[in-house]
Nanobody
Framework: QVQLVESGGGLVQPGGSLRLSCAASGFTFSNYRMSWYRQAPGKERELVADITSTGGTTNYPDSVKGRFTISRDNVKKTVYLQMNSLRPEDPAVYYC???????????WGQGTQVTVSS
């Protein structure tokens, strides 16, 4: 069955770094645009990064541009989110999303918690 399994979340001090991973299975990974979203308590889920199916193009909102980097390995069927210079406004549950480029199929992972605190 389809699975997106995130890992790498945790507690980090302000200014620190974390690398999230999302391992995919059960679908043709290279046919999917991959994204990372986050949702903080009381807030709507927001996009923080996405990457095309080939990895050739990435996109970030201004809030994380220059600090977060999304990448993917289509052989390992994994997408990554390198988060540097973490700020007090970055804590949230971070979710991995897969969106088919050929259909309306769309999948979500279960999320991984990121906490930024001194």
């Amino acid at each position: 069955q389809v699975q997106l399994v995130e890992s790498g979340g945790g507690l980090v001090q302000p200014g620190g770094s974390l690398r999230l991973s999302c391992a995919a299975s059960g679908f043709t990974f290279s046919n999917y645009r991959m994204s990372w979203y986050r949702q903080a308590p009381g807030k709507e889920r927001e996009l923080v990064a996405d990457i095309t199916s080939t990895g050739g193009t990435t996109n970030y909102p201004d809030s994380v541009k220059g600090r977060f980097t999304i990448s993917r390995d289509n052989v390992k069927k994994t997408v990554y989110l390198q988060m540097n210079s973490l700020r007090p406004e970055d804590p949230a549950v971070y979710y991995c999303n897969a969106n088919s480029v050929y259909s309306t199929w769309n999948y979500w992972g279960q999320g991984t918690q990121v906490t930024v605190s001194s």
